[in-house]
């Protein structure tokens, strides 16, 4: 019974990166305006632009990151990256990947890899980085989903995934410094520079 419910369950993953990926052609074959982020989340499609903003924080948590884990860390921002869920095709913010990450056999990244991930919200797609995606990034067991709003002025920290939840809810005030020591990414990140919209 075990070894069916694996091939129909890997069958089932197979026809969803096949979906995804004519999804993604198709998506490239478009006339998207310039500035914008293309995701697919449940099997929508989002068109987000990107503000100057949102770009300032994901570059601050990047070089973060970078400064921390060194120039040989596997940092980046909008690049596809498949997770668990009916079509999932998502471009995180900003996603780290263990050292030992390579692509597969069709160039892309594989979520079992992710170690890190931060969202930045928009307006028009927080809903998803609170809901579908923060949900997907826990059964794909990443240990550390960071949302940052800067509506709110407020991150959302997120560890220790389990039973595709996370155990462990912070939030955190810009101005107040994240302490992600003693997780796999093992940095503190300041939030003082983070503008608000």
């Known amino acids: 019974m075990t070894v069916l419910a694996d091939r129909i369950e890997m069958a089932d993953a197979d026809a969803n990166t096949q979906d995804l990926d004519e999804w993604f052609e198709r998506l490239e074959r478009m006339p998207v305006p310039e500035g914008f982020r293309v995701e697919i989340v ?9 503000r100057s903003s949102h770009w ?3 570059f601050e948590i990047a070089q973060t990151i970078r400064g921390r884990l060194g120039k ?4 980046f921002s909008d690049v596809r990256i498949d997770f668990p869920g009916h079509e ?5 913010d900003v996603a780290v990947l263990k050292g030992s990450a390579q692509p597969d056999d069709t160039g892309h990244w594989r979520h079992q890899d992710v170690e890190f991930v931060a969202e930045v919200i928009s307006k028009g797609t927080a ?4 809901g579908p995606k923060k949900t997907a990034y826990a059964v794909a067991e990443v240990p550390v989903y ?3 709003d800067p509506y709110q002025r407020r991150c959302h920290v997120h560890t ?6 996370y155990a462990v809810q912070t939030r955190v005030d810009f101005g107040t410094d994240i302490d992600l020591t003693g997780t796999v990414v093992d940095l503190i990140l300041s939030t003082d ?3 608000s919209d």
């Not at 449940?42 to 990107?50: A, D, L, R, S």
């Not at 999932?88 to 995180?92: A, K, L, R, S």
Request: proline content about 11%; glycine content about 16%.
């Open 146 to 148: 960071v949302i940052v």
């Open 160 to 165: 220790d995934p389990k039973g595709g939840d």
């Open 127 to 130: 809903a998803n980085d609170y």
């Open 193 to 195: 520079e983070f503008p």
């Open 56 to 58: 300032e924080i994901i």
């Open 42 to 50: 449940g099997g929508n499609v989002y068109m987000t632009p990107q």
């Open 88 to 92: 999932n095709g998502f471009c995180p």
């Open 72 to 75: 040989g860390v596997k940092v």
